[in-house]
């Protein structure tokens, strides 16, 4: 069963950078479009970048130019660099497959952004 290991979150000021990281269990990415998701508190999940298997990347407008999504291979991860960042980007973070059904969500990295 595959499991998904989010990290690298933490609290950081307005304008400030972080990179999250996903571990995944077992060799996937030759088959899934990974995506990165985030949930604001009282709000649904909703997808932030995805990476296809050719290594092609999309945003959600919301991040466009300050997200950045990448893919190892080789170590089974997914990273999201994400730059300039603001209070409303404050969520808990979560990796997984672009296509549903989504894998086991993991226990997802928690990013506050605040003064």
């Known amino acids: 069963q595959v499991r998904l290991v989010e990290s690298g979150g933490g609290l950081v000021q307005p304008g400030e950078s972080l990179r999250l990281s996903c571990e995944v269990s077992?060799?996937?990415?030759?088959?899934?479009?990974m995506a990165w998701y985030r949930q604001a508190p009282g709000k649904q999940r909703e997808w932030v970048a995805r990476?296809?298997?050719?290594?092609?990347?999309h945003y959600a407008d919301s991040v466009k130019g300050r997200f950045t999504i990448s893919r190892d291979n080789a170590k089974n991860t997914v990273a999201l660099q994400m730059s300039s960042l603001k209070p409303e980007d404050t969520a808990v973070y979560y990796c997984?497959?672009?296509?549903?059904?989504?894998?086991?969500w993991g226990p997802g990295t928690q990013v506050t952004v605040s003064s």
């Open positions: 997984n497959k672009f296509s549903y059904p989504p894998f086991p």
């Open positions: 990476i296809t298997t050719g290594g092609s990347t």
């Open positions: 077992q060799r996937i990415f030759g088959i899934n479009d």
